[in-house]
T-cell receptor, first 113, second 109 residues
Framework: DAGITQSPRHKVTETGTPVTLRCHQT?????MYWYRQDPGHGLRLIHY???????DKGEVSDGYSVSRSKTEDFLLTLESATSSQTSVYFC????????????FGEGSRLTVL | RKEVEQDPGPFNVPEGATVAFNCTYS??????FFWYRQDCRKEPKLLMS???SGNEDGRFTAQLNRASQYISLLIRDSKLSDSATYLC??????????FGPGTRLSVLP
């Protein structure tokens, strides 16, 4: 299995508090992604990165920011969490996008009360 | 209209059955296509890529029809272990992977 870990794996927080999810990889892959998964919607892209300090928005980026200061770490921040951000968040990595092989972390389950 | 759509499911089939999943995509510029599998409360994993000429991997066959913007996955001789959600994935701009909502399969003994 690809070396990719997410932390925390579970978090319960209150509306209005900041939250940071961390994705750490040991594969030295260039591309990193943050997705959220909700019933009826499937996986939706929040932000992705194609290199250190190179990031771009995905389909559902409002309310989220990301940073990638090192190849191995990709952070997702919710500046002020809302109940609509309750979801399961998956980080994924890829070396070559044309192969289609994304390796996913185990997911982080976030509940915003 | 969603960029990638799939049969809503769920599909409940007996062991040994053949089952087919359909997927359509809206962006004609899409470049590459894949099927992923996701077990309950687990992360998605690549099942197979989908090539223009169609491709097979054991009991699994994938087909692509670019003219109709349609992708299919056929599973023959279903096993209990095939029970999962199957995700259709399309890559349009080389960097962004768009996932369909998934079709859940339950193979029954």
């Amino acid at each position: 299995d690809a070396g990719i870990t997410q932390s925390p794996r579970h978090k319960v927080t209150e509306t209005g508090t900041p939250v940071t999810l961390r994705c750490h990889q040991t594969e030295n892959h260039r591309y990193m992604y943050w997705y959220r998964q909700d019933p009826g919607h499937g996986l939706r892209l929040i932000h992705y990165s194609y290199g250190v300090k190179d990031t771009d928005k995905g389909e559902v980026s409002d309310g989220y920011s990301v940073s990638r200061s090192k190849t191995e770490d990709f952070l997702l921040t919710l500046e002020s969490a809302t109940s609509s951000q309750t979801s399961v968040y998956f980080c994924a990595i890829s070396e070559q996008t044309n192969t289609g092989e994304l390796f996913f972390g185990e997911g982080s389950r976030l509940t915003v009360l | 209209r969603k960029e990638v759509e799939q049969d809503p499911g769920p599909f409940n089939v007996p062991e040994g059955a053949t089952v087919a999943f359909n997927c359509t995509y809206s962006n004609s510029a899409s470049q590459s296509f894949f099927w992923y599998r996701q077990d309950c409360r687990k992360e998605p994993k690549l099942l197979m890529s989908v090539y223009s000429s169609g491709n097979e991997d054991g009991r699994f066959t994938a087909q692509l029809n670019r003219a109709s913007q349609y992708i299919s996955l056929l599973i023959r001789d279903s096993k209990l272990s095939d029970s999962a959600t199957y995700l259709c994935v399309v890559n349009t701009n080389g960097q962004n992977f768009v996932f369909g909502p998934g079709t859940r399969l339950s193979v029954l003994p």
